[in-house]
């Protein structure tokens, strides 16, 4: 691992079934709904809908342009699905603006009627930013249990 890379997962235990729980973090209306109000995310040009189903794997697929409070592009993640297991695991290596590396793996495993979601973040900003890796390290993690919290109250309220 880059001697650089700041790393941290985040795993929490959503009240809905694996099937239910996958479809809602596949689509972009629950990728969006996750990270709302805070950003957004827009499916880089020619790729249509943004569903992690029908993504091609291994292939750069341009840039996903993050929105602050879904109106003010700020940043883009020129996104790669380097692997997939559809229904319970993705596994994004990318680049950013403001990031040299980021990955993103999430992974879903059925605990009886629920779901235990588990997000492990890899990333190393770009070198001017370097000075603010602590900081960025603080905002991003809880910007993943923001995630959480949403995910989990979607799903609470669909009961």
Not at 34 to 59: F, Q
Not at 136 to 143: E, I
Request: with cysteine.
């Amino acid at each position: 691992m880059d001697e650089l890379a700041t790393f941290f997962e985040r795993t929490s235990t959503i009240d809905a079934p694996l099937r239910s729980v996958w479809e809602r973090i596949a689509s972009p209306e629950g990728i969006n709904d996750e990270m709302r109000p805070w950003l957004t995310m827009s499916a880089p040009r020619g790729v249509g809908v943004l569903h992690l189903d029908t993504l091609p794997v291994g292939v750069p697929l341009g840039r996903a342009w993050l929105r602050l409070f879904g109106v003010l592009p700020f940043d883009y993640d020129h996104l790669t699905i380097a692997e997939l297991e559809p229904g319970h695991r993705f596994h994004e290596k990318s680049t950013m603006a403001s990031m040299r590396r980021w990955e993103h793996e999430r992974c879903l495993v059925a605990r009886g009627g629920s779901t235990e979601l588990t997000d492990r973040i890899t990333f190393v900003p770009r070198w001017g930013l370097l000075w603010a890796q602590p900081l960025l390290a603080r905002v991003v993690a809880a910007f993943f249990a923001h995630r959480h919290r949403r995910l989990a109250r979607y799903f609470a309220r669909a009961h």
